[in-house]
């Protein structure tokens, strides 16, 4: 089995070059800067909670054109929401026949992909991925990747390849419930984004804790009146988070030992897109609550101010605004 990479950025070299050190035969595509820094250095691929692994410069194919996953049979799409459209139109020439599954932010990617392609597969990656730099990759949050079982005849030869690459997997006959769940607790990447602070920092911080927790709160009243259910996260409901996030830090960081590990330097992929002046994903994010608000005829003022907030940091393109919780909860509830 070959496996193709599209958006090799974080989550896909995170990925890929675990699938690669499991015995896969996998190929990169992504950007030109990317392809340079692993040719230089190759991969390492850093884990919370075990030795990192390391895939020399060598042994790597990292390519800038989607017609080098011409022979793939799956290819895993990693690239942002807002390419989704055009990567499904040219993976429909390409590869028309593979497995393709989507590794990506928000709720709508899977759909948007079966518009071009028969052969889709929903996933979704709980765990965050920062790019370090020198071919650096850290797992900076634990959890699984969920995948969508489907009756696709490549599903057990790709299951079987992730289950050799140590990647902590589970599968679901329905994910759209843990796709809402996860474009939720996603809701606070524009915090990150908008603070320039670490997951830590947000975490024992009661002013941006309060922030994410009204985020959070506006968002489950949006999909309780448009009758969305979402899942479970790690076995607890998530209209418990808001409830934990307004408690006392104490309390907070018990909750969070029990439920995740998180790395010191975890931060959202949102909070790269900004450091490095790149369009961000909010459209897909706090941007879907606000679509799904109007489509309600109702509103989602909070969420509104967020999407207006990063759009501002992206047309100044200088980086994090880097506001202090005070400042972030006077600008979200003016």
């Known amino acids: 089995m070959r496996i193709g990479v599209y958006g090799a950025g974080a989550i896909g070299c995170y990925v890929g070059g675990l699938l690669q050190s ?18 230089a250095h190759g991969l390492t691929l850093e884990d919370l909670q075990a030795a990192p692994a390391r895939l020399q410069a060598d042994e790597i194919r990292y390519e800038t054109d989607p017609e080098a996953l011409a022979d793939c049979d799956v290819v895993l799409v990693c690239v942002k929401s807002a390419q989704t459209e055009a990567v499904a139109e040219q993976l429909a020439k390409t590869v028309p026949s593979a497995l393709v599954v989507s590794l990506q932010n928000g709720v709508r990617n899977p759909e948007t992909l079966r518009i071009h392609l028969p052969d889709v597969m929903a996933g979704i990656v709980e765990f965050n991925v920062r790019s370090m730099g020198d071919g650096v990759f850290r797992r900076t949050m634990s959890g699984p990747i969920l995948l969508e079982s489907t009756g ?7 299951f079987e390849a992730m289950e050799r690459s140590a990647i902590e997997l589970e599968t679901k006959t329905d994910i759209v419930p843990s796709q809402w769940t996860k474009m939720i607790v996603n809701l606070n990447n524009a915090v990150s984004a908008l ?21 959070i709160d506006e968002a489950l009243r949006v999909l309780k009146e448009a009758r969305i259910q979402p899942a479970r996260l790690r076995g607890v409901p998530i209209g418990w988070m808001p409830k934990v996030l307004r408690m006392p ?5 018990l909750v969070t030992r029990a439920q995740m590990k998180v790395d010191p330097e975890a931060r959202s992929s949102m909070w ?3 450091t490095r002046r790149r369009p ?17 005829d109702t509103s989602a003022p909070i969420n509104g101010r967020v999407v207006a907030l990063i759009r501002e940091a992206e047309r100044a393109g200088n980086g994090p605004p880097d506001f202090d919780a005070p400042t972030l909860e006077r600008l979200l509830r003016s």
């Open 22 to 39: 499991g015995g896969a035969d996998v190929v990169f595509v992504g950007r030109a800067r990317t392809r340079d820094e692993v040719a």
């Open 152 to 158: 696709s005849p490549g599903a057990n030869a790709w």
């Open 195 to 215: 603070s320039g602070a670490s997951t830590p920092t947000l975490l024992t911080t009661p002013g941006y804790r309060r922030v994410i927790a009204d985020i």
């Open 249 to 253: 830090t104490r309390i907070v960081r």
């Open 272 to 274: 790269e897109d900004l």
């Open 280 to 296: 961000t994903e909010i459209d897909f994010l706090n941007g879907e609550v606000v679509r799904l608000a109007e489509r309600l």
